[in-house]
Structure formats: C-alpha cells, structure tokens
C-alpha cells in the first residue's frame, strides 16, 4: 500500500532532517507533503490530509527523525479495520514517548481533526466509536540503537522556552483527558531524567495541569506571562542552587 510522508513545520531548523529521514526510508513514501506555518495543529493536519493521494500517511513533525525502518516496519501491520498505526520515539528529556502514527487516509477524512487541545486522542476515539481500530506496532528485534517499539527519534530544541510552554501544554492535556496515570508517569520520568531542562518540564507540566483548556491552541512558542514569571524567580534564586544555571539559558530568550 502507497504511503504519503506528511510533515509539519513553523519553521524549524529541524525540518529538512525531518524530510531526509523520510527519503531514507527501506519503503520510501510515494510523496512528502509539508504543511509550513498552518497553526493551531487540528487545521495543519486537516489541510494536509486534503492533499493526500494515497491510501495511507504518516506524519512527520519537523522535531522527528523516523529511522530508516519505520513506514516498512509499520507497513507490515497493515490489517482491513485498524485506522492508525502507532510507534514509539525516543525523546532525550523523557525516555520513551508517544508516537509517530500512520493513517489510513478514507478514515481520517471522515472525521477529521478537530479543534481539541488533544485532537489525536479525539480522533481515535471517534474512529473506535464507528468500528476501526489503532495498534503499536513493533520490529521483531532491537535496531539502530533502539527498543524494538521505538521507530524513531524525537528531537526538538529543547530552550528554556519551549520546554516550560510544552509541557505547560501536556499537563493541560493530561487534565482533559482525565487520566491520572498519564500524569504520574511522566511526572516520574522528569523526576529521573538528567536532562538539563527537567527541572523546567516538571514546573510546566504542574502548571498545566490547573489549567483549564479544550481548545487547540498549539502554535509557535513564546515568551507567556507564566514564563516570565518563572524566568524572574529562578534569576533571584540563591547562585548555589541548580535553578540559577538554568537562569543562564533563560537569558539567551
């Protein structure tokens, strides 16, 4: 079956690796779509999924890396009632993550995203409502340098700024979706991570949780009033304390 490359960007310096890892692939895609500066996400992917010509697509964000495998590998899984195909990334900040996601196109132009603070899990969740499915999917065994559910890689800038305005949208999300188990996993895996800008993500994502969102609002990152706030506490906190090496990447934004 034909697959369609989708990849979002705003510009990110990140993006033309996004598409070369999509050139990579063992099963190339038939084509790449990019979607450039479309925001919030539900009307980007919208908009691409109107430019799809093939009876599946995957999506590539700017900030991924799809190892070589991926859509061969995703391909492999390809069944008459399962609708999306999910795989693993790994993010340096949080270990394992989800997900690059395959699409079988006729589904989602059913539906459609829609304007939701998580339009992925809206999505799926319609899509079980009328009778198809999703799975993981996974390698039979490890390769290039990962668990044999992880596909790829998630690399994004991690600045001061987009750590805390992301994660300050994930605990957002976290409380839509209403699962208390999502909260605390990730809560422990920033609490473990060495990834100098934990401790920005742990504050974020608290935040967000008493944050009271439906809509999708994604679009590019910039300096809140929330932010703000953070950057003057941490610059008056004692020069001993870790939060004040971290003052030192906050005044580069």
Avoid at 96 to 119: D, H, L
Avoid at 166 to 193: D, H, M, P, W
Wanted: glycine share 6%.
């Amino acid at each position: 079956m034909d697959v369609t490359g989708l990849v979002l960007s705003i510009g990110e310096k990140t993006t033309q690796r996004a598409i070369q890892s999509l050139e990579r692939q063992t099963t190339p895609p038939k084509e790449i779509v990019l979607i450039e500066n479309v925001f919030p996400f539900h009307k980007a992917m919208n908009e691409g999924v109107s430019r799809i010509n093939t009876p599946f697509f995957i999506q590539c964000d700017a900030d991924m890396v799809l190892d070589p495998d991926c859509i061969e590998t995703m391909q492999k899984f390809i069944k008459e009632d399962i609708a999306v195909y999910i795989g693993y990334l790994s993010d340096g900040l949080l270990g394992k993550i989800q997900a690059v996601k395959m699409f079988r196109t006729e589904c989602v132009r059913k539906v459609g995203f829609s304007n939701s603070i998580s339009p992925d899990t809206v999505l799926i969740n319609r899509l079980c409502e009328i009778g198809w499915n999703y799975v993981f999917v996974k390698r039979n065994e490890s390769k290039y340098g990962h668990f044999p559910e992880v596909l790829g890689s998630h690399k994004p800038e991690y600045t001061p700024i987009y750590t805390f305005e992301k994660f300050k949208l994930e605990g957002s999300r976290i409380r839509y979706r209403g699962v208390f188990q999502e909260f605390v996993a990730c809560l422990t895996k920033l609490k473990n991570s060495k990834h100098p800008m934990a401790m920005i993500a742990l504050i974020g994502l608290c935040h967000g949780l008493f944050l009271e969102e439906s809509k999708d609002n994604l679009r590019p990152y910039s300096q809140s009033r929330d932010f703000k706030l953070l950057k003057t506490f941490m610059t008056h906190t004692n020069k001993e304390n870790m939060a004040f090496a971290i003052t030192k990447d906050l005044d580069k934004n």
